[in-house]
């Protein structure tokens, strides 16, 4: 009786928009107590990241009536993730975030199911992402983000008249925060802006010139990098500096705070050191909270329907007073990750090592080191290298012939390629096309129905 009474309590506001209609549902939305328990049964939710952000992403999302949810990250929790990541404690550190922050939401949530994976999200196969109903971002790296953003754009099919497929749309909630400030966004790939169609919200990272450290420095900052990357080296020839050891990082304090006083510097500081050294953003628990909240409603709305989602952008800054203002972004018709996909035509002949040569050189590609799979089935794979010994023979066989001898369809490669002059792990669509083939196709096609 007592536990009836807590889920009537947890599911009370839940059922006010569940239960309900309302003149801000979606098309499809159908008020019902079904409508809670399909949730619970058929949506599938990935949390991508298990840090300040994904905590609370498990917890909101858990409390929200989500009850099939599993989660990513390829980090272990460390003392300084103590303060804001709230699933930690202080015997968890060493331990995979995923896998303890799955067993603690487990725990205080009763029926949900966590399903960690301690992993690097590139170690995951396409089909291993295509099972979700959505995917919810809590990263803070534009390069993870980027890489989840075409694994989720890869499944978008066309029409023939180049109009997205709604079955095929893979929803992403993105959620992002620095210091008192975050967004969080709506993408519907092929109908709402992608994440590479708005890559230009993101400044590109703060360098400094080498001369300008060595010779005159004019911030703190400039002092720490000149410990950092000059100093350190010169004193500890072939040592590997680690920023994660204490005593390397107080090196690196004391020597910043000697040149910040040579050159009449103030303001460096221990945690200063840290931040720079480590390009760490300071992170404010109640931030992670605020956005957090708007990406799991935003998360319910696209499940249940029961309200428009947000058009398409929201960004919040709790620096001076609360302010939240919505922005509705243009999608990229040219985007080459959310769009119909790069056309590449081929002769028949051509093998599928000529073909990956092709896309290291395409000006719109410039991939390197490609894997290749076809509707779900690896034609080649560059890694691990038991997966290479058993593709290598499909080098030598031609496109053509491993696609089916389909006329055109629509390839994966995987990849890396330069993106602000650091290599980057990509995924890019490709609709190949094979000239002179169609008829021939068509002939045989209507042959075998004969």
């Given at each position: 009786m007592?536990?009836?009474t807590v889920q009537q309590s947890r599911s009370r506001d839940l059922d006010k928009l569940l239960l309900r209609p309302g003149n801000l549902v979606g098309p499809n939305f159908e008020p019902g107590p079904g409508l809670r328990e399909d949730l619970k049964e058929y949506v599938r939710v990935l949390v991508v990241g298990a840090g300040g952000l994904g905590?609370?992403?498990l917890k909101d999302l858990a409390l929200s009536g989500f009850r099939e949810i599993e989660v990513i990250d390829m980090d272990r929790i460390e003392v300084s993730n103590l303060n804001r990541q709230f699933l930690f404690r202080l015997e968890d550190v060493g331990k995979p975030k995923a896998e303890v922050a799955a067993r603690r939401v487990m725990q205080r949530v009763a029926g949900v199911n966590i399903v960690p994976h301690f992993c690097r999200i590139e170690d995951k196969e396409l089909d291993f992402y295509s099972?979700?109903?959505?995917?919810?971002l809590g990263l803070d790296s534009i390069e993870a983000r980027s890489y989840i953003n075409s694994v989720a754009c890869s499944f978008l099919e066309?029409?023939?008249?180049?109009?997205?497929?709604?079955e095929t749309v893979k929803p992403m909630v993105d959620g992002g925060t620095e210091g008192f400030q975050g967004h969080a966004r709506v993408i519907m790939p092929g109908i709402t802006p992608c994440f590479e169609c708005t890559i230009w919200l993101f400044p590109p990272q703060v360098k400094f010139p080498l001369c300008t450290l060595a010779e005159t420095?004019?911030?703190?900052?400039?002092?720490?990098?000149?410990a950092h990357l000059i100093k350190w080296d010169e004193v500890h020839s072939g040592e590997a500096f680690d920023p994660d050891d204490p005593e390397h990082m107080k090196w690196v304090y004391?020597?910043?705070n000697k040149r910040a006083e040579l050159f009449g510097i103030p303001g460096v500081t221990l945690s200063l050191t840290q931040g720079v050294v480590k390009n760490i953003i300071p992170a404010i628990a109640s931030t992670n909270a605020i956005i957090s909240a708007a990406c799991a409603l935003e998360t319910l709305k696209i499940a249940s329907g029961c309200s428009k989602t947000l058009s398409n952008y929201l960004t919040y800054n709790g620096a001076e007073g609360l302010h939240t203002k919505v922005t509705e972004f243009v999608r990229d018709k040219d985007c080459l990750v959310c769009g119909p996909g790069v056309l590449i035509?081929?002769?028949?002949?051509?093998t599928l090592q000529k073909f990956i040569e092709l896309l290291e050189e395409h000006p719109k590609l410039l991939l390197s080191k490609a894997s290749i799979a076809h509707r779900g089935k690896n034609l080649y794979m560059q890694a691990p290298p038991v997966l290479e010994e058993m593709t290598r023979s499909n080098l030598s066989k031609s496109l053509y012939d491993l696609m089916g001898k389909i006329p055109k369809d629509v390839v994966h490669a995987t990849g890396t390629t330069n993106k602000n002059d650091k290599k980057t792990s990509v995924l890019r669509k490709l609709r190949v096309v094979f000239k002179g083939v169609d008829e021939i196709t068509d002939m045989e096609t209507a042959a075998g129905g004969a």
């Amino acid at each position: 009786m007592v536990e009836s009474t807590v889920q009537q309590s947890r599911s009370r506001d839940l059922d006010k928009l569940l239960l309900r209609p309302g003149n801000l549902v979606g098309p499809n939305f159908e008020p019902g107590p079904g409508l809670r328990e399909d949730l619970k049964e058929y949506v599938r939710v990935l949390v991508v990241g298990a840090g300040g952000l994904g905590c609370e992403l498990l917890k909101d999302l858990a409390l929200s009536g989500f009850r099939e949810i599993e989660v990513i990250d390829m980090d272990r929790i460390e003392v300084s993730n103590l303060n804001r990541q709230f699933l930690f404690r202080l015997e968890d550190v060493g331990k995979p975030k995923a896998e303890v922050a799955a067993r603690r939401v487990m725990q205080r949530v009763a029926g949900v199911n966590i399903v960690p994976h301690f992993c690097r999200i590139e170690d995951k196969e396409l089909d291993f992402y295509s099972n979700f109903s959505i995917i919810a971002l809590g990263l803070d790296s534009i390069e993870a983000r980027s890489y989840i953003n075409s694994v989720a754009c890869s499944f978008l099919e066309y029409d023939a008249d180049d109009k997205p497929q709604e079955e095929t749309v893979k929803p992403m909630v993105d959620g992002g925060t620095e210091g008192f400030q975050g967004h969080a966004r709506v993408i519907m790939p092929g109908i709402t802006p992608c994440f590479e169609c708005t890559i230009w919200l993101f400044p590109p990272q703060v360098k400094f010139p080498l001369c300008t450290l060595a010779e005159t420095p004019r911030t703190a900052a400039h002092c720490i990098e000149y410990a950092h990357l000059i100093k350190w080296d010169e004193v500890h020839s072939g040592e590997a500096f680690d920023p994660d050891d204490p005593e390397h990082m107080k090196w690196v304090y004391d020597e910043a705070n000697k040149r910040a006083e040579l050159f009449g510097i103030p303001g460096v500081t221990l945690s200063l050191t840290q931040g720079v050294v480590k390009n760490i953003i300071p992170a404010i628990a109640s931030t992670n909270a605020i956005i957090s909240a708007a990406c799991a409603l935003e998360t319910l709305k696209i499940a249940s329907g029961c309200s428009k989602t947000l058009s398409n952008y929201l960004t919040y800054n709790g620096a001076e007073g609360l302010h939240t203002k919505v922005t509705e972004f243009v999608r990229d018709k040219d985007c080459l990750v959310c769009g119909p996909g790069v056309l590449i035509e081929l002769d028949a002949s051509v093998t599928l090592q000529k073909f990956i040569e092709l896309l290291e050189e395409h000006p719109k590609l410039l991939l390197s080191k490609a894997s290749i799979a076809h509707r779900g089935k690896n034609l080649y794979m560059q890694a691990p290298p038991v997966l290479e010994e058993m593709t290598r023979s499909n080098l030598s066989k031609s496109l053509y012939d491993l696609m089916g001898k389909i006329p055109k369809d629509v390839v994966h490669a995987t990849g890396t390629t330069n993106k602000n002059d650091k290599k980057t792990s990509v995924l890019r669509k490709l609709r190949v096309v094979f000239k002179g083939v169609d008829e021939i196709t068509d002939m045989e096609t209507a042959a075998g129905g004969a």
